[in-house]
Nanobody, 116 residues
Framework: QVQLVESGGGLVQPGGSLRLSCAAS????????MGWYRQAPGKQRELVAS???????NYADSVKGRFTISRDSAVNTVSLQMNSLKPEDTAVYYC??????????WGQGTQVTVSS
């Protein structure tokens, strides 16, 4: 069973920055994809960014140029550097991991609020 522990959410003013981190433990299989999703009130959960074991990244159009995803496969962590934050980035952010056996795991979520 894979456990995901997220950290780094909080309240920030528009234009500010936050860094989210997610550490995965409990797997000996290896992880294929690590990523971040978000869900705002009344909206569906959506992909923010993902990164494969080969380093291929994918970003939502709304965050391109502002957010950067990175991964340390040696310790199974994924981070999301969020710059130039906007009020519309306010959401609960979830870490998602897909193992090499294509099993999917979700973190508990961390709140990001962008407000003056």
């Amino acid at each position: 069973q894979v456990q995901l522990v997220e950290s780094g959410g909080g309240l920030v003013q528009p234009g500010g920055s936050l860094r989210l981190s997610c550490a995965a433990s409990g797997t000996t299989i290896g992880i294929y994809v690590m990523g971040w999703y978000r869900q705002a009130p009344g909206k569906q959960r959506e992909l923010v960014a993902s990164i494969t074991s080969g380093g291929q990244t994918n970003y939502a159009d709304s965050v391109k140029g502002r957010f950067t995803i990175s991964r340390d496969s040696a310790v199974n962590t994924v981070s999301l550097q969020m710059n130039s934050l906007k009020p519309e980035d306010t959401a609960v952010y979830y870490c998602k991991v897909v193992s090499n056996y294509r099993a999917t795991y979700w973190g508990q979520g961390t709140q990001v609020t962008v407000s003056s």
